[in-house]
């Protein structure tokens, strides 16, 4: 086990970098003076090609904890680890090339699908390391052989938890596209001239920490139940 985290330890630290080269560049094309906020639209072609990319990126992580894990906790912990450390070294690369964020309340664009995700840098960093948190976890009992099985009901706060943190980072862009009346026509969205201006003027200004705070107190309460059911547990994992 020790060998085969080192190994995806190092593979998401070349991955963050590969990913942190690749905003360099869309930053060269569309963002030449430094990224801030509102976007700028993509043309059409672009923006498909840069959400097929988001999601080969999400492919390849599943892939990789997939086929590194045994049974489905396992391979649970390993995506996490990967994404967690990959996040965490995505920003540290983009510091180190571009010396941005300027701060961990700097907004960054996370995500394109299926609306825009959008928050501050301290969210998704926070996010990386409860993820390396869990998946050290469920390793650590693995190892020792514990019945890491992970329950319905920590399945349902787990699940819960992120659901509430993907609506925190939606809340800004997809509380524009109510008010702008755009939901009716979200699936024509990439060609909506109206849209896109409305993009191109929206600046968020505030992100909705309660609703991430609520979020992650659930993702913890997780692994909290986890800890203490696989600590008291001696029979061999399944």
């Known amino acids: 086990m020790r060998k085969r985290i080192f190994s995806l330890t190092i593979f998401s630290i070349a991955m963050g970098f590969l990913e942190a080269v690749v905003v360099v560049y869309l930053r060269q094309l569309y963002y030449p003076e430094g990224f801030v906020f509102p ?17 080969s990126t999400l492919i390849m992580l599943v892939s990789l904890g997939v086929a590194a894990g045994r049974i489905l906790s396992e391979r649970l912990a390993y995506i996490l680890y990967c994404f967690g450390f990959w996040d965490i070294f995505y920003y540290g690369w983009l ?18 699908i299926p609306v825009v995700w959008a928050g501050p840098v301290l969210a998704p960093i926070t996010c990386a390391f409860t993820m390396v948190a869990i998946a050290g976890c469920i390793l650590y009992f693995h190892d020792k052989r514990r019945a890491t099985k992970i329950s319905p009901p920590e399945w349902a706060v787990l699940s819960l938890g992120g659901l509430v943190i993907f609506f925190s980072f939606i809340w ?49 309460c997780f692994l909290v139940m986890f800890y203490r059911r696989a ?3 001696i029979k061999p994992y399944l």
Do not use: C
């Not at 976007?39 to 999601?55: A, D, H, Q, T």
């Not at 509380?175 to 929206?202: C, E, P, Y």
């Open 39 to 55: 976007l700028k639209p993509m043309v059409l072609e672009g923006f498909y090609i840069e959400s097929l990319r988001e999601v």
């Open 95 to 112: 510091k180190v090339l571009l010396d941005w964020p300027q701060s961990f309340l700097t907004w960054d664009i996370l995500f394109l």
């Open 172 to 220: 800004e862009y997809t509380k524009m596209m109510i008010q702008g009346g755009f939901i009716s026509r979200f699936l024509s969205l990439g060609t909506d001239l109206q849209f896109q201006k409305a993009i191109a003027q929206h600046i968020p200004d505030s992100y909705n920490w309660y609703l991430f705070a609520l979020g992650e107190g659930m993702i913890l």
């Open 231 to 233: 600590s008291s547990n």
